[in-house]
């Protein structure tokens, strides 16, 4: 039921790899939020989460570590490295 139920919020724009990671967010955090509204705000980390992971987005700390706890134990293959331009100035330095 809860994998029939998260079906419906995969985006035309996600790959597979990225879907079945996300997916797996979702079905792991689904009976967490059960309350009106609740699947708007999961649906809503999800994206934070995959965001960050796939794309390199960057949030504020609070926010990451939140999503990070409820990814725990979610395999990413092939997962991207983002490099900061923090980092790449520390670098070479």
Known sequence: ???????????????????RARREFLLRNLEHFRGENEMDKLI?????????VFMGCRYNEELLERVQSMAEGIEVEDAPHFTTRDEIMKRNL
């Open 1 to 19: 039921m809860a994998a029939e139920l998260v079906l419906q919020f995969q985006s035309f724009c996600e790959s597979d790899k990225q879907w």
């Open 44 to 52: 809503a980390l999800s994206m934070v989460w995959a965001n960050h």
